[in-house]
């Protein structure tokens, strides 16, 4: 039978204790403050010692295994920093991980911790916070403990009924008091009390609160499943050709390597071809006029040695294959300098169209007020003829509107959660919950950006 894993901040506190892992330390007497070593994985001093207590939780949790799974430091660091977040016991008061030289995060042990977890240390005393009968669930969530120093045992609480604050303190040679046997040891005292107490609270305020907190949890926890399996972005794609300004069809991608555009119904066997899903651009319909079919027809003639978008490292990037020039724009309108500058997809290396990258920093700077605009993850790319120019894309003969699903995703969870303002032309989530706050959604954020330096 494998050993039982260990409660999550008990273990953390032994930890730093034990003095094994560098960075990883006590910051006042108290023993209420403690810091956790903090590098990005992109950094180039980056060292095993940076990592160590990610690595040691992911070894004692059971998620890794190093006789048998391969050395995997973004999901250990995931994990860890989940397991601060769903812990009731501890809370980040300072975030110094972008610092030039020892960047960490330091955290505060609260006077209250969720019953669930055990070994906190108690003020000055740095005694540790025994929760009493954490197994039982009629106590959870009452934030009734033990305080185990010498004899002396302190149980704290609110009456519900009668508002009135409880404090009392027993040791095992105090009489009688209110009902309760003097002679019974003092944690049986107290445990009675708690049991007295226990359905006067657990309905509060501060169970509602952890109740959406362990939800937001999950639907980060689900959302980050979705979008990087195997810590690798993965997203669908919407895609969508328009002649003349008139939709002509409309597709989904599920390939998440990507896709090949082409005019070919049967394209000649090629490397781009063997993991991308095929597109097909239709031949004109009847509804235009015979001019200016003659001309799309003139840009799908070009267009049989296509064009491909493939996902790479976390970018949605485009690789021109034959003839025909194709040009991109993040939006249908451009107006500004930098939007009307011509952007053209190369035929010799992979052009670089938007990034997850890009996305989150876009979107975290508009969640938290510092830009205006959120991201156009939209891609429109222009076949056959220079673009953008004076003329609007209407007159444009042939063009592809490609929509990153998991970002339009993300984007309209931001809108849920209450960025009202974000540009969205309709709401249509896959995912079916949205964040109780924006501070969550701005943490998944961090989430994915995280992920992605590795």
């Given at each position: 039978?494998s050993?039982?894993?260990?409660?999550?901040?008990?273990?953390?506190?032994?930890?730093?204790?034990?003095?094994?892992?560098p960075?990883?330390?006590?910051?006042?007497?108290?023993?209420?403050?403690?810091?956790v070593?903090?590098?990005?994985g992109?950094?180039?001093?980056?060292?095993?010692?940076n990592?160590?207590?990610?690595?040691?939780?992911?070894?004692?949790?059971?998620?890794?295994?190093?006789?048998?799974?391969?050395?995997?430091l973004?999901?250990?660091?995931?994990?860890?920093?989940?397991?601060?977040r769903?812990?009731?016991?501890?809370r980040?008061?300072?975030?110094?991980s972008l610092e030039?030289?020892?960047?960490?995060?330091v955290?505060?042990?609260?006077?209250?911790?969720?019953?669930?977890?055990?070994?906190?240390?108690?003020?000055n005393?740095?005694a540790?916070i025994?929760?009493?009968?954490?197994?039982?669930?009629?106590?959870?969530?009452?934030?009734l403990y033990?305080?185990?120093?010498?004899?002396?045992?302190?149980?704290?609480?609110?009456?519900?009924?009668?508002?009135?604050?409880l404090?009392?303190?027993?040791?095992?040679?105090?009489p009688?008091?209110?009902g309760?046997?003097?002679?019974?040891?003092?944690?049986?005292?107290?445990t009675?009390?708690?049991?007295?107490?226990?359905?006067?609270?657990?309905?509060?305020?501060?169970?509602?609160v952890?109740?959406e907190?362990n939800?937001?949890?999950?639907?980060?926890?689900?959302?980050m499943?979705?979008?990087?399996?195997?810590?690798?972005?993965?997203?669908?794609?919407k895609v969508?050709?328009?002649?003349?300004?008139?939709?002509?069809?409309?597709?989904?991608?599920?390939?998440?390597?990507?896709?090949?555009?082409?005019?070919?119904?049967?394209?000649a066997?090629g490397?781009?071809?063997?993991?991308m899903e095929?597109?097909?651009?239709p031949?004109?319909?009847?509804?235009?006029?015979?001019?200016v079919?003659k001309?799309?027809?003139?840009?799908?003639?070009k267009?049989?040695?296509?064009?491909?978008?493939?996902?790479r490292d976390?970018?949605?990037c485009?690789?021109r294959?034959?003839?025909?020039?194709?040009?991109y724009?993040?939006?249908?309108?451009p107006?500004?300098?930098?939007?009307?500058?011509?952007?053209?997809?190369d035929?010799?290396?992979?052009?670089?169209?938007?990034?997850l990258?890009?996305?989150?920093?876009?979107?975290?700077?508009?969640?938290?007020?510092?830009?205006?605009?959120?991201?156009?993850?939209?891609?429109?790319?222009c076949?056959?003829?220079?673009?953008?120019d004076?003329r609007?894309?209407?007159?444009?003969?042939?063009?592809?509107?490609?929509?990153p699903?998991?970002?339009?995703d993300?984007?309209?969870?931001?809108?849920?959660?209450?960025?009202?303002?974000?540009?969205?032309?309709?709401?249509?989530?896959q995912?079916?919950?949205?964040?109780?706050?924006?501070?969550?959604?701005?943490?998944?954020l961090?989430?994915?950006?995280?992920?992605m330096?590795?």
């Amino acid at each position: 039978m494998s050993a039982q894993k260990p409660h999550f901040l008990s273990w953390v506190l032994s930890q730093i204790d034990s003095q094994r892992f560098p960075g990883l330390e006590w910051m006042n007497q108290e023993r209420t403050l403690f810091r956790v070593p903090w590098k990005h994985g992109s950094r180039q001093d980056l060292c095993e010692d940076n990592y160590k207590i990610f690595k040691a939780w992911a070894i004692v949790s059971g998620k890794y295994n190093p006789q048998r799974d391969e050395p995997d430091l973004p999901t250990w660091k995931r994990n860890f920093r989940s397991a601060l977040r769903q812990n009731n016991g501890v809370r980040m008061i300072q975030n110094n991980s972008l610092e030039p030289v020892n960047p960490h995060k330091v955290y505060e042990l609260k006077r209250n911790p969720g019953a669930e977890d055990s070994g906190l240390y108690a003020g000055n005393q740095g005694a540790p916070i025994l929760p009493l009968a954490s197994n039982n669930a009629a106590l959870h969530g009452t934030g009734l403990y033990l305080c185990a120093e010498s004899q002396l045992y302190t149980v704290e609480s609110v009456d519900t009924s009668n508002g009135l604050f409880l404090q009392e303190a027993w040791n095992s040679g105090m009489p009688s008091h209110d009902g309760f046997d003097g002679g019974a040891t003092a944690a049986a005292a107290c445990t009675e009390i708690a049991l007295y107490n226990a359905h006067e609270v657990q309905n509060s305020a501060q169970a509602e609160v952890v109740s959406e907190q362990n939800q937001d949890m999950m639907l980060q926890t689900q959302i980050m499943a979705q979008l990087f399996p195997g810590n690798i972005f993965e997203t669908k794609f919407k895609v969508e050709v328009y002649y003349r300004g008139t939709l002509i069809t409309e597709t989904e991608v599920n390939n998440p390597r990507g896709f090949y555009v082409t005019s070919q119904e049967h394209p000649a066997p090629g490397p781009y071809l063997e993991h991308m899903e095929h597109m097909v651009l239709p031949a004109p319909t009847a509804i235009l006029n015979q001019k200016v079919a003659k001309e799309i027809c003139r840009v799908l003639e070009k267009m049989k040695d296509g064009v491909c978008v493939e996902m790479r490292d976390g970018s949605i990037c485009g690789k021109r294959q034959g003839k025909c020039r194709v040009f991109y724009s993040m939006t249908k309108t451009p107006s500004t300098p930098d939007e009307m500058e011509s952007r053209e997809i190369d035929k010799y290396g992979y052009t670089v169209l938007y990034s997850l990258q890009q996305f989150i920093s876009e979107l975290t700077s508009f969640l938290q007020g510092t830009t205006r605009e959120s991201p156009r993850y939209t891609i429109w790319m222009c076949l056959g003829e220079a673009w953008p120019d004076d003329r609007p894309w209407e007159k444009k003969f042939v063009m592809v509107k490609i929509t990153p699903i998991a970002m339009k995703d993300v984007h309209e969870l931001s809108y849920r959660t209450g960025a009202s303002s974000l540009q969205s032309d309709e709401v249509n989530l896959q995912f079916s919950d949205s964040f109780s706050s924006l501070e969550n959604m701005l943490s998944l954020l961090k989430d994915m950006g995280e992920i992605m330096e590795y």
